[in-house]
């Protein structure tokens, strides 16, 4: 039996060590690289992915809103900035979804390179999947951690099967368990 306080290997569903982290107890994942002001905290929860993150369809677009590329380089970015021309019609354009600063959007490959996150209010493809994270969490700190290779990672070993063309489910996405500091440490990442 381990005592409390003793650390434990989290291990994947296949038996992997993730060394990300090791465990205190049940409740908590605790990093095993942390600010110093947090090293005595509580550890990290876990919450699914549609506890943190609304599925936004909002097909309404103003066609004046700039048409954004969604890349693994840059997230979601006003076409335009980045020299990709593709013909959109205004007849296809009213099918674009609205994208807000802030939002984060699941691609094609997604699997590959993590979820992209907007700077900038545009429209995009129906073919992509809208996220818009709850209140009371710092972007930022999402938008570092669905990037890292640890997140990638859970990403492709929870979507078995999943190949090139195939896109990230919001249901696939949602039974995601994503670990959540506390807000003081989110911000605190996001300004390291």
């Known amino acids: 039996m381990k005592k409390k306080g003793e650390k434990l290997e989290v291990r994947s569903e296949k038996g992997r060590q993730d060394e990300s ?5 049940s409740q908590f994942l605790i990093p095993r690289l942390r600010f110093p002001e947090f090293r005595e905290a509580e550890g990290w929860k876990e919450q699914a992915g ?6 936004v369809n909002n097909r309404n677009p103003d066609p004046e809103l700039p048409v954004l590329a969604i890349t693994q380089e840059y997230g979601a970015i006003p076409r335009h900035m980045i ?6 019609t205004e007849k296809s ?11 984060f959007i699941i691609s094609l490959r997604s699997f590959q390179g993590g979820i992209e996150y907007s700077q ?3 429209i995009c493809s ?3 999947v809208i996220l818009r994270l709850r209140a009371n969490e710092s ?3 999402f938008r570092y951690y669905l990037k890292t290779d640890r997140f990638i990672r859970i990403l492709t070993r929870n979507l078995e099967g999943l190949r090139d063309g195939k896109m990230v489910s919001y249901a696939q996405f949602s039974e995601l368990l994503l670990p959540i500091p506390k807000l003081a440490e989110q911000q605190k990442s996001r300004s390291a």
Not at 50 to 55: E, G, P, S, T, Y
Not at 93 to 103: A, R
């Open 126 to 128: 129906p073919a992509y």
């Open 120 to 122: 900038y209010h545009g």
């Open 139 to 141: 972007d930022e700190y």
């Open 83 to 88: 020299d990709y021309h593709v013909s959109v």
């Open 21 to 25: 982290f090791s465990v205190q107890n």
């Open 93 to 103: 354009i009213k099918s674009y979804k609205v994208v807000q600063v802030g939002d």
């Open 50 to 55: 549609n506890v943190l993150f609304d599925q």
